[in-house]
């Protein structure tokens, strides 16, 4: 049977990662017999979330997930997709994965940090909540600052466009 190791749902979703929801479209798309398991990323061999547990392997990362699908139970929904199609959706996956995630980020800790501490943080004890979440939400800051998004204002990420103007 394949486990699939996911954040546990929160916020109306089955998992609150856009990664954990990949995971489990793909999944649900192939058909194969599968269940899932929130999980502890802390506990997962690259201390991260979606894992794939078939039999004795772990595969952790949903793009890993997806080669996986495809090598070991043949599930290839981009067989039918041209050179040119397969280009353009991986451009669309790594605007989506390497750029628009980001954003997601930024509103979800930095916007709405008293929601995502309300929500994700509600197990801590309450004296603690408050430190844990300062302290989680200052490396959020250092890899939305790493990644570059982190280093512009509210005003001058508004400002920005996605595409160009023409």
Avoid: C
């Amino acid at each position: 049977m394949l486990v699939l190791q996911i954040f546990p749902p929160a916020l109306d979703l089955k998992s609150p990662s856009p990664f954990s929801m990949k995971a489990i479209a793909m999944m649900q798309m192939s058909g194969l017999d599968y269940e899932l398991k929130p999980s502890d990323p802390r506990k997962t061999p690259k201390a991260k979330l979606p894992v794939l547990n078939d039999g004795e392997k772990s595969i952790p990362d949903s793009t890993h997930i997806f080669a996986h699908l495809k090598k070991a139970h043949g599930f290839d929904p981009d067989n039918a997709l041209s050179t040119e199609q397969l280009a353009i959706a991986e451009a669309f996956r790594r605007l989506i994965e390497e750029h628009l995630y980001w954003v997601l980020v930024h509103s979800r800790w930095i916007e709405n940090g008293d929601t995502i501490r309300r929500v994700f943080f509600a197990p801590v004890p309450a004296l603690m909540r408050k430190f844990v979440f300062k302290m989680v939400v200052k490396q959020v800051k250092s890899s939305l600052h790493g990644q570059g998004m982190g280093r512009h204002t509210i005003r001058s990420r508004k400002s920005m466009h996605l595409v160009p103007p023409i």
